[in-house]
């Protein structure tokens, strides 16, 4: 009756380890870039693009028009879709220079606001694990839109739609 006993228990453990494991999968749906001053800077291009059913990737093209910048802060926030996009739990600004400048920096990033801003075929296969296991979300239509202000002035916007199902 023992043994029973704790084959239930053993097994009921196991159940409920395997029925509570849930896995969300994160699919990009749409990309919109807009220049707000096409003096300073013009998207080449900007678009998302499907190999297939399971490998996505973005491409943009940024040509700063007045280089180099010296002076950028990035206002991100996240919407939710709900009769419209809502704000969601998300709405900071941060420094990029000061963050480009930090005391181990990536010699790719020091160069980052000389040249043109190039992003060639970028998966987003890694964002999979980092939103639906390190930081769970609800399910839903979201997205994430990014103010590029150069000098204090708004100089564009980039907006990235994604669901999580």
Known sequence: MAIKLNFFVAS????????????SVVEFTNIQCESL????????????KS????????SVKVKLLKIPVSKVKVRLGLYK???GYKPFLYNLSFDACRFLNSPNPNPVALYFF??????DKMPYD??????????PFPEGK?????????????RAITKFFWTLT
């Open 51 to 58: 190999e297939n059913r399971t490998y996505k990737y973005v």
């Open 81 to 83: 879709r709900l009769n």
């Open 12 to 23: 009921l453990i196991l159940l409920t380890n395997y029925f509570t494991e849930v896995y």
């Open 126 to 135: 890694n964002i999979n694990n980092k939103i639906t296991k390190i930081l």
């Open 114 to 119: 000389q040249h043109d801003i190039v992003l």
């Open 142 to 154: 979201y997205m994430i839109e990014m103010h590029w202000i150069a000098y204090d002035i708004d």
């Open 37 to 48: 001053d096409k003096d300073f800077a013009l998207f080449e291009y900007c678009f998302l």
